[in-house]
Every structure is written in structure tokens, then in C-alpha cells.
């Protein structure tokens, strides 16, 4: 059996950057925020979902227009709920079964939401990403060119990040202080090693 590992931490807190490290290592990753965006675009009965909850111009000859839907839901946390409880089901499903295709002595798994998703239970092995909430935001206006109070309200939609890194097996500081890499190598390690337990 494969073992399967999450890579989860907040916004802005470098788990795409660590995941794509582990990535170089031979270790193969699911992205699932780029899984549920392909997702909405190719499972007819999520289209068909959010068709239903959200109107006939959400999929403009077929494609879904992503600027309409965020337009929906943004600024609405009903509805924003709402869609995540369509897409958070088949993405969790998606990614299980990726999962047990994989060969490697582990795969990863990174997602912003595993706690708050209930999708944590998958998983053999938590590794939370920290980094300290004022380098998150600078890195997200940076990245996103949006302001601090669209950062902070993103924030606020996430359980608390010291209470998400205590949820986790192991933590990668990523404050730019610390070695990135060398964290990461160790880890790796580690996890082959468990893998062979
Ligand atoms: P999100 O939850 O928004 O997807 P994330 O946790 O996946 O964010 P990344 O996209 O990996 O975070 O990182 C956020 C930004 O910060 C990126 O532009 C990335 O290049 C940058 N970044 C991450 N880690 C570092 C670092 N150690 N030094 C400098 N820049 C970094």
C-alpha cells in the first residue's frame, strides 16, 4: 500500500512551493485546487450540480464562466458553502482514487482545506506548511496583486493556523528564515522510511 500524505497550511504559507519540491524528489502530488477548478470544467453531474444551484450562465456553451460564479460567491458565505459542499465531495473522491493509482512508496496530496473539508481522514500523514501571518499576506498581495483586506478576509475563512499545524504529524517552516529544502529532504526520509513499516 501506498502511503498517503497531505501537505495542508494557510493561505500564502508556501505549500504549492513545498509540494513542488517534493515533486523533484520523484514524489508525485495532487493539487487539489487545480483538481476542483478541472473538475468543474469535466464532471458532467458537478456541472450539472452547480448548473442547477447557480443558473444556466454559469456554463455559457458548456465552459463554466469562473468570473460569473466568483461574482456569485463572492461576498456571500451561504453560497459560497454551498458550492464547496458540490465540489469539496467529488474532488475528496478524485483524489482517493489517485491516490490508490499511485506506485511510489508515498504520494502527496496538498489542499488549503483538509480539516475544514473533513478529508483529513485519508490521509496517513499530515504535514502543515507554516509561516508566520504577516509574511503570508505580503506574499499573497504579491502574488495576487489583491489588498490586504481581501488577504485577511481569505484568512478568515481558514481554521486558525496555529491550531492547523497542531493537527499535523509534521511541520516545514517556511518563515524565510529557515532552510526550505534541507526541511523537506529530512522529511522525505522519513517517510520512506515509513512507508516500509
Ligand atoms: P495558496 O493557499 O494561496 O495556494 P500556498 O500556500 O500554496 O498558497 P505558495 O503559492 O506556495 O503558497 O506561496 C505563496 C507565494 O509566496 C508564492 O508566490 C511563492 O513563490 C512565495 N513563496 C513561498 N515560499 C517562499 C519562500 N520561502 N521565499 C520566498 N517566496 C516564497
Redesign the pocket.
Known amino acids: 500500500m501506498v502511503l498517503t500524505v497531505g501537505i495542508t ?1 494557510g ?7 513545498v509540494a513542488k519540491i517534493f515533486e523533484v524528489l520523484g514524489i508525485p502530488v495532487y493539487y487539489a ?1 487545480d483538481a476542483a477548478k478541472e473538475l468543474m470544467n469535466t464532471d458532467e453531474e458537478l456541472k450539472k450540480k452547480i448548473e442547477e444551484h447557480f443558473g444556466k450562465e454559469t456554463y455559457p456553451g458548456g465552459k463554466l464562466d469562473r468570473k460569473y460564479l466568483g461574482s456569485q460567491v463572492f461576498n456571500d458565505s451561504f453560497k459560497l458553502d454551498l458550492l464547496n459542499s458540490l465540489v469539496h465531495p467529488v474532488t475528496i473522491n478524485h483524489a482517493a482514487k489517485w491516490m490508490q493509482q499511485q506506485t511510489t512508496p508515498y504520494s502527496i496530496k496538498e489542499a ?1 482545506l483538509f480539516f475544514e473539508s473533513g478529508s483529513a481522514d485519508k490521509i496517513d500523514y499530515m504535514i502543515g ?1 507554516y509561516a508566520p501571518q504577516h509574511i503570508r499576506i505580503k ?2 498581495m504579491d ?1 495576487d496583486g489583491v489588498t490586504r483586506e481581501e488577504v485577511l478576509k481569505r484568512i478568515d475563512r481558514q481554521i486558525n493556523e496555529e491550531l492547523k499545524m497542531k493537527l499535523c504529524d509534521f511541520i516545514i517552516i ?1 518563515n ?1 528564515q529557515q532552510l ?1 529544502i534541507p526541511q523537506v529532504m529530512e522529511l522525505h526520509e522519513k517517510l520512506l522510511a515509513l512507508s516500509k513499516k
Request: overall charge positive; aromatic content about 0%.
Open positions: 497550511g493561505i500564502g504559507s508556501g505549500k504549492s512551493t485546487d488549503a506548511v506574499r499573497v502574488r517556511n524565510e526550505v
